[in-house]
């Protein structure tokens, strides 16, 4: 009978080599995610000491009173759900990501729309390193020399029509590149959020000089863990309100739908403003840990930069547009 | 099992659970706690003793549906180690995390819920643990322990809890943990089930459970009536204790049963327990 005899041939001959180790690997990950979350296969990212320098004039306006995290903690330690929910899943698993070449679309209400290639993008304007404090929404806080320019540079390249009011961020949909957007078993994501990744920002905000669009930090291009090849960092709001590794910027005229807002809209709005005293349901905000510091410290309204950026909300309680 | 045989095992065991402290140590030692090491930490006691527990509740199911019995007289042990792993979370919280501030984790108590229903497992935990005694077991009636020791299970399903409550989405870990205690569960209410049954069966019988007249292979009788055993470990060997009859009925004679049962000790029947010399004062 067919079936008792033994195959002549392994089935990694008869289906496609890259199928094959594909599909291996999902179930190897399906299987390793289930026993022990977060143990997936993949390559780690080139180690930070081999990435290209960067250079960059610090600028004497955006420095910090605290010394920076260690670079060893700001490149093991992230939130990047492309890569897994675990903070060491980046670190472990960014190989996968190809951060040249690279090209990021910029339209919608705009009067220039475009493309723009990395390259170009480096060179929109100059780099400058700024030191700002990076406060997550889970309670802990680092703080980073990032390099690059006010995100307005790019805003005014593209001239905002009218009717320009918000400022959407897509981060790269690739899931050969970020292994969690692979849908899980039954198709759902493993991740419980949507891809692509979506923030955004009021265009005030985006236009606020503190906005700034990264692409590098300690000296260097930005590691892959850290959404390279190019970020904004919005500094005072939660971390995930800085999107990473971007590649398409819509100027639209409704609030955008934030992956997190909409994955779990009690928990996380689309200001998400840092604010001591608006606790998350789960957790108090009132302190944070500065990862390499031992006792927990206050946290500081906007994260400390309430004196540059209250004035773009007053009049609005920030407890229902939390 | 021997008694030899008995002490090895339990020995092996004490020393891999002390394995992941260990790790806890040696990581700690070398600097490799991750960024956020209180963090780590606390993630890494809070899931051994979430583990610990889920193990020492699955030895009874094993029981009941493999017949597996031996393991449970590790049963003490594992939630001991628990207990053991759960007060060194909660202490990392309280000098750690939070340097006494008491204020500040009073209100979390309060107002988080999974730290209110994480507090409340450790209160049910430290109550079981204060009674997990060969002693207590005398002094509160194998029967009354046994019903006490129960809320092990309350404290499993606010241990899940807190961990579901916690964590973020796209974490897979806490619904394997609670798929796990919820089988767990589901073979024990099926065994408390099933020896509800027999009782009736055997009470309309006017006969004992073993001697009812349908004629029911003996090994479902048994497995009736191991939902109802107690003792802290739970030596298959218990079963012959005679300290207290399942669910109040007439025990009948068991294998190897010894006269007087109720003063064996309680995890060693061949033995006189401790405790009565201690009554006998
Ligand atoms: C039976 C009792 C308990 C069990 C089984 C338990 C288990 C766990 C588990 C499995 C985690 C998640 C670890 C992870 O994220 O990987 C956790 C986290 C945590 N537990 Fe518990 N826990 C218990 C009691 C407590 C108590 C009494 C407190 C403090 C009052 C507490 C405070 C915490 C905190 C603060 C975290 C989160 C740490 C973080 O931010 O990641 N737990 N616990």
Not at chain 1, 132 to 160: H, T
Not at chain 2, 212 to 240: Q, Y
């Given at each position: 009978?067919?079936?008792?005899?033994?195959?002549?041939?392994?089935?990694?001959?008869?289906?496609?080599?890259?199928?094959?180790?594909?599909r291996r690997e999902l179930i190897a990950g399906a299987a390793a995610l289930a026993l022990f979350p977060g143990r997936a296969e993949a390559g780690p990212p080139p180690p930070v000491s081999q990435l290209a320098a960067l250079p960059a004039a610090p600028n004497p306006r955006y420095r910090h009173a605290d010394s920076p995290t260690k670079i060893e903690s700001a490149t093991t330690y992230n939130n990047f759900y492309e890569f897994g929910v675990e903070k060491e899943d980046p670190a472990r698993l960014a190989g996968t990501l190809k951060p040249r070449p690279w090209q990021v679309v910029v339209e919608g209400h705009v009067a220039k729309p475009?493309?723009?290639?990395?390259?170009?993008?480096?060179?929109?304007?100059?780099?400058?390193?700024?030191?700002?404090?990076?406060?997550?929404?889970?309670?802990?806080?680092?703080?980073?020399?990032?390099?690059?320019?006010?995100?307005?540079?790019?805003?005014?390249?593209?001239?905002?029509?009218?009717?320009?009011?918000?400022?959407?961020?897509?981060?790269?949909?690739?899931?050969e590149q970020f292994p969690a957007q692979k849908k899980g078993v039954f198709g759902f994501s493993m991740s419980g959020l949507d891809w692509p990744y979506v923030e955004g920002l009021r265009l005030d905000e985006a236009m606020h000089p503190l906005a700034l669009l990264t692409v590098g930090m300690y000296g260097k291009v930005l590691p892959n863990q850290n959404g390279a090849p190019v970020r904004v960092v919005v500094p005072w709001k939660y971390g995930f309100k800085s999107a990473k590794s971007i590649v398409r910027i819509r100027l639209v005229s409704e609030q955008p739908q934030t992956a997190w807002a909409k994955a779990q809209p009690r928990e996380y709005g689309f200001y998400s403003n840092v604010h001591p005293s608006v606790d998350h349901p789960r957790w108090s905000q009132a302190t944070e840990r500065r990862i390499g510091e031992?006792?927990?410290?206050?946290?500081?309204?906007?994260?400390?930069?309430?004196d540059q950026v209250a004035s773009l909300y007053a009049g609005m309680d920030l407890k229902k547009n939390y | 099992m021997t008694r030899r045989g008995r002490i090895l095992l339990k020995t092996l065991v004490w020393g891999a659970c002390l394995v992941p402290l260990a790790l806890?140590?040696?990581?700690?030692?070398?600097?490799?706690?991750?960024?956020?090491?209180?963090?780590?930490?606390?993630?890494?006691?809070?899931?051994?003793?979430?583990?610990?527990?889920?193990?020492?509740?699955?030895?009874?199911?094993?029981?009941?549906?493999?017949?597996?019995?031996?393991?449970?007289?590790?049963?003490?042990?594992?939630?001991?180690?628990?207990?053991?792993?759960?007060?060194?979370?909660?202490?990392?919280?309280v000098v750690l995390d939070h340097f006494f501030a008491w204020a500040q984790m009073g209100a979390d108590i309060v107002k988080r819920p999974y730290i209110t229903v994480g507090v409340s497992a450790l209160a049910l935990l430290v109550l079981l643990a204060a009674t997990?005694?060969?002693?207590?077991?005398?002094?509160?009636?194998a029967r009354a322990w046994r019903r006490l020791h129960r809320i092990v299970y309350v404290a499993a399903v606010l241990g899940v809890l807190h961990f579901m409550w916690l964590a973020k989405v796209g974490r897979i870990e806490p619904y394997v943990y609670a798929a796990i205690l919820a089988v767990l569960l589901g073979v024990?209410?099926?065994?408390?089930?099933?020896?509800?049954?027999?009782?009736?069966?055997?009470?309309?019988?006017?006969?004992?459970?073993?001697?009812?007249?349908?004629?029911?292979?003996?090994?479902?009788?048994?497995?009736?009536?191991?939902?109802?055993?107690?003792?802290?470990?739970?030596?298959?060997?218990?079963?012959?204790?005679?300290?207290?009859?399942?669910?109040?009925?007439?025990?009948?004679?068991?294998?190897g049963a010894v006269p007087g049962g109720a003063r064996t000790h309680p995890r060693n029947p061949g033995r006189p327990s401790r405790a009565r010399f201690v009554q006998g004062r």
């Open positions: 009978m067919l079936i008792r005899q033994a195959p002549r041939f392994r089935w990694s001959e008869v289906t496609d080599e890259r199928l094959y180790l594909n475009g493309t723009f290639d990395i390259e170009e993008l480096l060179r929109l304007a100059p780099l400058e390193e700024r030191v700002y404090a990076l406060r997550c929404v889970e309670a802990w806080s680092m703080v980073i020399p990032w390099i690059g320019y006010p995100l307005s540079a790019l805003l005014k390249r593209v001239a905002p029509t009218g009717q320009a009011k918000f400022v959407e961020f897509q981060t790269l949909l690739d899931p031992f006792r927990r410290r206050q946290t500081l309204m906007f994260n400390g930069y309430a | 806890l140590a040696w990581r700690a030692w070398t600097g490799d706690l991750t960024a956020n090491p209180i963090d780590f930490v606390t993630d890494t006691l809070g899931r051994w003793g979430m583990r610990m527990l889920l193990a020492s509740l699955a030895l009874t199911p094993l029981r009941l549906v493999l017949g597996i019995g031996w393991p449970l007289i590790l049963r003490r042990l594992l939630g001991l180690f628990a207990f053991f792993y759960v007060s060194l979370h909660f202490l990392v919280w997990s005694t060969s002693g207590m077991v005398k002094r509160l009636g024990r209410l099926a065994g408390a089930v099933r020896a509800f049954r027999v009782r009736r069966r055997g009470t309309r019988a006017g006969v004992t459970s073993e001697s009812s007249s349908d004629n029911r292979p003996p090994r479902r009788s048994i497995v009736a009536r191991t939902e109802i055993m107690g003792g802290p470990d739970m030596a298959p060997d218990h079963r012959t204790k005679g300290a207290d009859a399942p669910l109040g009925l007439p025990r009948p004679p068991a294998l």
